[in-house]
């Protein structure tokens, strides 16, 4: 389960509904172009906290039936209606999935107790294993050392995907679990996270930015530190253009730029304006 998975998106057309062709082009990209170890699927870039339950299942089936064995999957099933957590499970875990994947329960700042509960109930209703989706900034869940030690202590749950700029944190669960998973999922510290010995990451620029991301590793793990700067810079060049035009929306269009139907973002998320859309257009052409 090591290595590079794209935090996949998925194609909408303008009234939010799934576009099939659009995410089966989505996945092909990723697996011919982008040359990737596996995709993690419904995670936050494919606006998994946006969409029915329904429409998971349909894009957990799509992506399955796209890849076969071709990639490692990653399902991502967390969710705060843990029925919806459990249900999502199995069926991911009966279409084939390698692994499933959960983020920390949100919202009504569970305590610890709570969170370990969530994960340990997700786990007793599938003989799959389970990786950690752990995003403080976005959540508002801060684990210590001592609590990610406890929830390892299931031995069902085999890793962190680690999205969080706390390299001291990361360190430590490194040196304590060396046994354990650890995906970093900040496409920005990716040569940060690498020399701390990380096994892989999971990351939304991966969709277009996917093969810098693994040179970045490999240079890393070779010691050819400048080289791996160098990339590092250029992929930040890419990521700081694509943050100041809309992250998700800019993806999109930058795949539209390559001829994937990548479609639209659904509401909430805005629609990019004309000159987005040509910026986004400008980053794909200097980048891609
Ligand atoms: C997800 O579930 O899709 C992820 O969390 C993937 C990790 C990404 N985080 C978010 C919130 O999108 O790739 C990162 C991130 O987009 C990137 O580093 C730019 O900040």
Known sequence: MKGLYTALMCSFDEKGKINEKGLREIVRHNIQESQIDGLYVNGSTGENFLISTEDKKRIFEIVKDEVGDQVKLIAQVGSLNIDE???????????????????????????????????????????????????PALTGVNMNLEQFGELFENEKIIGVKFTAPDFFLLERIRHAFP????????DEMLLSASVLNIDGAIGSTFNVNGKRARQIMELSAEGKMEEARKVQKETNDLIAAVLDNGLYQTIKEMLKFKGIDAGHCRKPMRELKEEEVGRARQIAEKYM
């Open 179 to 186: 046994d354990k998973l650890i995906y970093s999922g900040f």
């Open 85 to 135: 957590a459990v249900e999502l499970a199995q069926f991911t875990t009966d279409l084939g999935y390698d692994a499933i994947s959960a983020v920390t329960p949100f919202y009504y700042k569970f305590n610890f107790e709570e969170v370990k509960d969530y994960y340990n109930t997700i786990l007793e209703s599938v003989d799959n294993d389970l990786i950690i989706y752990s995003i």
